[in-house]
């Protein structure tokens, strides 16, 4: 199988969209909950919050990168966003079950770095639930570091005994 990566320009298209965040966001509510997270959001509510604040993760301020495969399904995404004026926050990292083992994880990382990179940012940070040991060996194998939760987290502080959290610096 084939896979093309992709930073987006626009909105891409919508119903895909929905369908893999919501995808997603039951997947992640499920290692929340067996992380020993509190049951607070539905997977609706949390997809829901994505579109309002769309501008924030498409050019100039931020990407969205998208994976599909040969037959143009989306399969895979992750979006950068600024946390402050020289940093970036990685969130919304997904790739479906049938495209996991082609790496398509780490290149969707790697394409927020460069693009961070790009934008003259010169920290990225993270958060990854605790015990989502596919996504913390990714970032750890890139150079993060695990630090304290980071005050411009988009989590509320509220659930931040749930996450590791990481830095990337590029100077």
């Not at 987006?8 to 997603?24: C, G, I, K, Q, V």
């Not at 997809?47 to 498409?58: R, T």
């Not at 695990?146 to 610096?169: G, H, L, T």
Request: hydrophobic fraction near 45%; glycine fraction near 8%.
């Amino acid at each position: 199988m084939e896979y093309r990566i992709t930073s987006a320009t626009e909105a891409p298209d919508r119903a895909a969209m929905d369908d893999l965040l919501l995808e997603y966001k039951g997947v992640i509510l499920k290692k929340f909950a067996a992380a020993g997270g509190p049951d607070l959001y539905t997977p609706q509510d949390l997809y829901a919050s994505f579109w309002p604040n769309l501008h924030k993760v498409l050019p100039p301020i931020g990407r969205l990168i998208l994976v599909h495969d040969e037959n143009d399904r989306l399969v895979g995404c992750g979006t950068l966003q600024q946390a402050r004026p020289d940093a970036g926050e990685l969130k919304r990292l997904y790739v479906r079950p049938e495209a996991n083992g082609h790496g398509l994880g780490r290149a969707i990382v790697a394409a927020r770095m460069d693009a961070a990179r790009a934008m003259g940012w010169r920290t990225l940070l993270v958060n990854a639930i605790i015990g989502n040991q596919d996504m913390l060996r990714i970032y750890e194998s890139l150079g993060f570091r695990r630090i304290e939760r980071f005050p411009e987290c988009s989590d509320p502080i509220e659930v931040a005994e749930f996450f590791v959290y990481m830095q990337y610096d590029f100077f």
